[in-house]
């Protein structure tokens, strides 16, 4: 009797448990998986006729998969990934930035043409990927990668030192470069480090581009750098900040609180915390050289800032508008920023001091 009752005791805890896993899964994550990606493991972005995907969005794709402990969905990602944006081998080749629909029949790469952040994304993520699930193959992924980011997407700027630059092709001329503050995250810089140079260089560089980018305290879309000049900040230059920086928000929110850089780039983007708290939503657009903003940013960009408000109840209102008004299934980009602030808000993941990944895999639910 006493053995059949601690079976039936176990049954129940076995169940129980079963079912606490099936109910405290990352709901987002799976929500996106219905709407953007396909069976074979491509993430499509709807809101262009031709249906198309981007390495943007397979390197996130990867990064939610690792936060969510998706192993399955990890490698359908990176196997459509290699097969179709890097010649089947990630190793030896940057992935091209953009596939679609060509002509009527025909699914192809539609540039070849690299981007840096969805590289340094994918880098980060194989290595992080092979740290946590132990498995050797990522980790050899990543390292031949990465040697193809350096030498393929890293220049020395006079005046600057080592800058990575958004892609292979087109950013760079005799005199001057252009950037976006917004491809490599400092956390993820600081992650690279471990590699030596450029990486150590890259982190201080990096810095000095979204702290004297930000002259207002909001960080442009894109900004070039010329040589003897500097930084081109003239107000007939018209910088944005918009649809791209509002990751240079998220990723710093998401710093560690240890890292020493965070405090001063909280500082320097206070202006974009203080207009968000005084309205309640981010704002669309703000001219980086005046301060002035248009527009109310969509429920992405709320999300986006969770991590980054600093003000309490600055951040329990943008909270309640994420949960009110959630991404839908033709929102790409909105959800992807959902997913990151919103998933830290939730503890799903969190960034270490020097730049790992911390999932909650064992948390009972996020509350």
Same mark, same amino acid.
């Given at each position: ?15 129980? +448990?079963?079912?606490?896993?099936? +109910?405290?899964?990352?709901? +987002? ?55 179709? %944006? ?34 340094? &994304? ?15 193959? #990522? ?20 005046? %600057? ?37 450029? &990486? ?38 018209? %910088? ?8 240079? #928000? ?50 992405? $960009? ?5 991590? $980054? ?59």
């Amino acid at each position: 009797m006493k053995t059949l009752l601690r079976g039936a005791i176990a049954a129940t805890l076995l169940l129980a +448990a079963a079912s606490t896993h099936a +109910a405290c899964s990352w709901p +987002a994550w799976v929500q996106f998986k219905k709407d953007y990606l396909s069976d074979g493991g491509r993430v499509i972005d709807p809101s262009d006729a031709r249906k198309i995907t981007t390495s943007e969005g397979q390197s996130y794709g990867l990064f939610f998969a690792l936060a969510a402990n998706d192993r399955p969905g990890f490698d359908k990602i990176l196997t459509w990934t290699e097969d179709n %944006l890097a010649e089947g081998d990630l190793a030896a080749h940057l992935p091209a930035w953009l596939w679609g629909k060509k002509g009527e029949e025909e699914w192809a790469i539609l540039d070849t043409n690299s981007a840096s952040d969805a590289d340094i &994304w994918i880098v980060w993520s194989l290595f992080e990927a092979g740290r946590l699930w132990k498995e050797p193959r #990522y980790t050899a992924l990543a390292q031949g990668l990465l040697k193809h980011i350096v030498s393929e997407e890293v220049v020395s700027v006079p005046g %600057l030192g080592s800058m990575l630059l958004p892609g292979k092709i087109g950013f760079a001329e005799k005199e001057s470069w252009r950037f976006n503050p917004s491809y490599l995250p400092p956390q993820v810089a600081q992650y690279l480090t471990r590699f030596g140079a450029p &990486w150590t260089t890259l982190r201080e560089t990096n810095l000095r581009l979204l702290l004297e980018t930000a002259p207002k305290g909001f960080s442009p879309d894109w900004v070039s750098y010329e040589k003897n000049r500097g930084w081109n900040l003239k107000p007939e230059s018209k %910088l944005v900040s918009s649809y791209d920086a509002i990751r240079v #928000y998220l990723w710093v929110g998401m710093m560690h609180d240890s890292d020493l850089q965070k405090n001063r780039l909280l500082a320097r983007l206070k202006p974009m915390a203080a207009l968000t708290a005084k309205n309640g939503v981010p704002p669309e657009k703000v001219n980086v050289t005046t301060g002035a903003a248009q527009g109310n940013g969509a429920t992405g $960009f709320s999300a986006a800032l969770l991590p $980054f408000m600093q003000n309490r109840d600055a951040q329990a209102v943008l909270r309640q508008r994420v949960a009110d008004n959630p991404p839908g299934s033709d929102a790409y980009y909105s959800y992807v920023l959902t997913l990151f602030g919103q998933g830290w808000d939730e503890h799903r993941f969190r960034f270490t001091s020097q730049g790992e990944l911390q999932p909650d895999w064992g948390q009972e639910c996020a509350r």
